[in-house]
Nanobody, 125 residues
Framework: QVQLVESGGGLVQAGGSLRLSCAAS????????MAWFRQAPGKEREFVAV????????RYADSVKGRFTISRDNAKITAYLQMNSLKPEDTAVYYC??????????????????WGQGTQVIVSS
Protein backbone atom coordinates (compact mmCIF):
# COMPACT_ATOMS: atom_id res chain seq x y z
CA GLN A 1 0.00 0.00 0.00
CA VAL A 2 1.28 3.45 -0.95
CA GLN A 3 -0.03 6.61 0.64
CA LEU A 4 0.31 9.86 -1.27
CA VAL A 5 -0.02 13.32 0.26
CA GLU A 6 -0.16 16.40 -1.92
CA SER A 7 0.74 19.91 -0.80
CA GLY A 8 1.53 23.29 -2.29
CA GLY A 9 -1.84 24.33 -3.63
CA GLY A 10 -3.30 27.75 -3.05
CA LEU A 11 -4.55 30.98 -4.59
CA VAL A 12 -2.42 32.70 -7.20
CA GLN A 13 -2.95 35.41 -9.79
CA ALA A 14 -2.91 34.62 -13.48
CA GLY A 15 0.65 34.50 -14.75
CA GLY A 16 1.97 33.34 -11.41
CA SER A 17 3.59 30.07 -10.34
CA LEU A 18 3.04 27.29 -7.85
CA ARG A 19 4.92 24.10 -7.06
CA LEU A 20 2.94 21.09 -5.95
CA SER A 21 4.56 18.28 -4.01
CA CYS A 22 3.47 14.67 -3.60
CA ALA A 23 5.06 12.82 -0.70
CA ALA A 24 4.87 9.04 -0.82
CA SER A 25 4.96 6.60 2.05
CA UNK A 26 6.74 3.68 0.47
CA UNK A 27 10.38 3.16 -0.39
CA UNK A 28 9.17 1.29 -3.45
CA UNK A 29 8.24 4.74 -4.77
CA UNK A 30 11.21 4.59 -7.11
CA UNK A 31 9.60 1.73 -9.05
CA UNK A 32 6.33 3.60 -9.72
CA UNK A 33 5.31 5.90 -12.51
CA MET A 34 3.98 9.12 -10.95
CA ALA A 35 1.33 11.31 -12.48
CA TRP A 36 -0.71 14.41 -11.82
CA PHE A 37 -4.37 14.73 -12.74
CA ARG A 38 -6.77 17.57 -12.08
CA GLN A 39 -10.50 18.02 -11.72
CA ALA A 40 -12.30 21.31 -12.16
CA PRO A 41 -15.81 21.86 -10.75
CA GLY A 42 -18.40 20.10 -12.86
CA LYS A 43 -15.78 18.44 -15.05
CA GLU A 44 -14.20 15.02 -15.28
CA ARG A 45 -10.77 14.33 -13.88
CA GLU A 46 -8.17 14.91 -16.57
CA PHE A 47 -4.55 13.98 -17.12
CA VAL A 48 -1.89 16.64 -16.59
CA ALA A 49 1.53 14.95 -16.63
CA VAL A 50 3.35 11.69 -15.93
CA UNK A 51 6.96 10.79 -15.17
CA UNK A 52 8.58 7.38 -15.44
CA UNK A 53 10.19 5.58 -12.53
CA UNK A 54 13.68 6.86 -13.28
CA UNK A 55 12.59 10.37 -14.14
CA UNK A 56 14.01 10.02 -17.62
CA UNK A 57 10.74 10.18 -19.53
CA UNK A 58 7.82 12.52 -19.16
CA ARG A 59 4.58 13.23 -20.93
CA TYR A 60 2.23 16.22 -20.73
CA ALA A 61 -1.27 17.19 -21.68
CA ASP A 62 -1.27 19.65 -24.55
CA SER A 63 -2.98 22.23 -22.36
CA VAL A 64 0.00 22.46 -19.99
CA LYS A 65 2.93 21.68 -22.27
CA GLY A 66 5.61 24.35 -22.01
CA ARG A 67 4.17 25.73 -18.75
CA PHE A 68 4.23 22.80 -16.32
CA THR A 69 7.17 20.56 -15.41
CA ILE A 70 6.89 17.23 -13.63
CA SER A 71 9.86 15.89 -11.70
CA ARG A 72 10.72 13.47 -8.94
CA ASP A 73 13.31 12.91 -6.26
CA ASN A 74 13.46 9.20 -5.48
CA ALA A 75 15.76 9.78 -2.52
CA LYS A 76 13.08 11.99 -0.95
CA ILE A 77 10.25 9.76 -2.28
CA THR A 78 8.54 12.89 -3.56
CA ALA A 79 7.16 13.99 -6.91
CA TYR A 80 6.67 17.59 -7.97
CA LEU A 81 4.66 19.64 -10.41
CA GLN A 82 6.08 23.07 -11.17
CA MET A 83 3.35 25.22 -12.66
CA ASN A 84 4.28 28.48 -14.38
CA SER A 85 2.29 31.02 -16.38
CA LEU A 86 -0.87 29.87 -14.65
CA LYS A 87 -4.22 30.62 -16.23
CA PRO A 88 -7.71 30.79 -14.69
CA GLU A 89 -8.56 27.60 -16.58
CA ASP A 90 -5.90 25.79 -14.53
CA THR A 91 -8.15 26.16 -11.49
CA ALA A 92 -8.89 22.66 -10.18
CA VAL A 93 -8.17 20.14 -7.50
CA TYR A 94 -4.86 18.51 -8.38
CA TYR A 95 -4.34 14.83 -7.59
CA CYS A 96 -1.13 12.85 -7.41
CA UNK A 97 -1.19 9.21 -8.47
CA UNK A 98 1.18 6.25 -8.58
CA UNK A 99 1.18 3.26 -10.86
CA UNK A 100 3.18 0.08 -10.37
CA UNK A 101 3.04 -1.52 -13.80
CA UNK A 102 4.77 -0.73 -17.06
CA UNK A 103 1.35 0.22 -18.42
CA UNK A 104 1.10 2.93 -15.79
CA UNK A 105 2.98 5.40 -17.95
CA UNK A 106 -0.34 6.57 -19.34
CA UNK A 107 -2.82 9.42 -19.46
CA UNK A 108 -5.62 7.06 -18.40
CA UNK A 109 -6.99 7.19 -14.86
CA UNK A 110 -7.29 3.41 -14.78
CA UNK A 111 -3.54 3.01 -15.15
CA UNK A 112 -2.86 4.12 -11.60
CA UNK A 113 -3.11 2.16 -8.37
CA UNK A 114 -2.87 4.84 -5.71
CA TRP A 115 -4.22 8.36 -5.34
CA GLY A 116 -3.73 11.27 -2.99
CA GLN A 117 -6.50 13.33 -1.47
CA GLY A 118 -5.92 16.32 -3.74
CA THR A 119 -4.81 19.91 -3.30
CA GLN A 120 -6.80 22.93 -4.48
CA VAL A 121 -5.32 25.38 -6.97
CA ILE A 122 -7.21 28.60 -7.69
CA VAL A 123 -5.97 30.99 -10.34
CA SER A 124 -7.58 34.41 -10.28
CA SER A 125 -7.84 36.61 -13.37
Amino acid sequence: QVQLVESGGGLVQAGGSLRLSCAASARTFSSYSMAWFRQAPGKEREFVAVIGWSGGITRYADSVKGRFTISRDNAKITAYLQMNSLKPEDTAVYYCSAGASVASFTDKIGGYDYWGQGTQVIVSS
